[in-house]
């Protein structure tokens, strides 16, 4: 069992940067693939950004070149950074391990026009 707790979402303007943080209660390291999902309302899940391995990562071509997927194993973290936001970006943003059932609570990003 892991827990994993989001962070870091807020308003941000059109054009404005945020770095969410997902905290993992355990470490990790043992996880092969981990990604970061949104849902805004009315709409499906969907996926935002997956680390697997070492560093090897995929996009949807939506969010392709603004945002970026990392993880520290040592602090047992993962970390998505948002830049060039649009208002489309605005959506619930949770971390999950992938295969697993595991999801953290989310965190809310607005993006205002």
């Known amino acids: 069992q892991v827990q994993l707790v989001e962070s870091g979402g807020g308003l941000v303007q059109a054009g404005g940067s945020l770095r969410l943080s997902c905290a993992a209660s355990g470490s990790i390291f043992r996880f092969n693939a981990m990604g970061w999902y949104r849902q805004a309302p009315g709409k499906q899940r969907e996926l935002v950004a997956v680390i697997i391995g070492l560093g090897g990562t995929h996009y949807p071509d939506s969010v392709k070149g603004r945002f970026t997927i990392s993880r520290d194993n040592a602090k047992n973290t993962l970390y998505l950074q948002m830049n060039t936001l649009k208002p489309e970006d605005t959506a619930v943003y949770y971390c999950?391990?992938?295969?697993?059932?595991?999801w953290g609570q989310g965190t809310q990003v607005t993006v205002s026009s």
């Open positions: 999950h391990v992938e295969g697993s059932g595991f």
